[in-house]
């Protein structure tokens, strides 16, 4: 690929993110190999087929032109809302997520983009059905982890994620007035298996603002 305005460039990821039939492996040949994303617009199925060495199948779903016109909906959409578009070659691109073995060419973002690399963090995962118990573990839980300066990670999922991202929101609340307790508290990234503006459970959107209030993050790699 070479060299071509930041806007190009986020858009012609763009469009190779909207491929669906590609692994990551292949969507970065096509970078290398296309100058552009009016140069993949133009492809036919079966020219992705030679330059990624494998046979697509006719099942799947390909016309360059509109996933074009689509990409650019979607960016002017983002620019909107001021969701942040993380390439997998900027520097905010979380590295552990790198790590795996097909992870997505970009991330959306809204809010703190800079939790996404370079601190400590911990993940919380857990059952949606909570005792009293666990709601307040998990709350409890989260809450010393902020103190302490982690970012809490989770899924904004009923029960144990949004009780523990609850109890990273209220450390920040609690210690508001305290700048130096404020300077090394850790926040909260909510992971979304929707799209960026699309809150899932629908009950957690007020929960979803505090976040962003409180100097977290959502992210999701869907539009």
Request: hydrophobic share 40%.
């Amino acid at each position: 690929m070479h060299n071509i305005q930041t806007e190009d460039k986020i858009l012609f990821y763009l469009c190779l993110h909207r491929i669906t039939f590609l692994s990551l492996c292949e969507e970065e040949i096509l970078l290398k190999e296309l100058d552009d994303f009016n140069a993949l617009a133009l492809l036919s199925k079966e020219e992705i087929s030679r330059i990624i060495h494998r046979q697509i199948s006719e099942k799947a779903i390909w016309n360059g032109k509109d996933n074009l016109r689509m990409a650019k909906i979607a960016l002017e959409y983002c620019k909107f809302l001021n969701i942040r578009i993380i390439l997998n070659s900027d520097e905010n691109y979380p590295f552990l997520l790198k790590q795996i073995s097909d992870p997505p060419l970009l991330l959306f973002c809204r809010g703190n983009a800079e939790l996404l690399n370079g601190r400590k963090y911990i993940s919380v995962v857990g059952t949606r059905k909570l005792s009293a118990q666990g709601r307040d573990s998990a709350r409890d839980f989260a809450y010393q982890a902020a103190k302490n300066g982690y970012c809490v990670v989770s899924g904004l999922a009923y029960g144990a994620d949004g009780y523990a991202h609850k109890g990273s929101v209220d450390a920040y609340y609690d210690f508001i007035d305290d700048q130096t307790m404020l300077q090394n508290l850790g926040h909260t990234i909510a992971v979304l298996p929707s799209g960026i503006d699309e809150i899932v459970p629908y009950r957690h959107k007020q929960l979803a603002q505090m976040i962003l209030k409180s100097g977290g993050c959502i992210i999701s790699e869907y539009e």
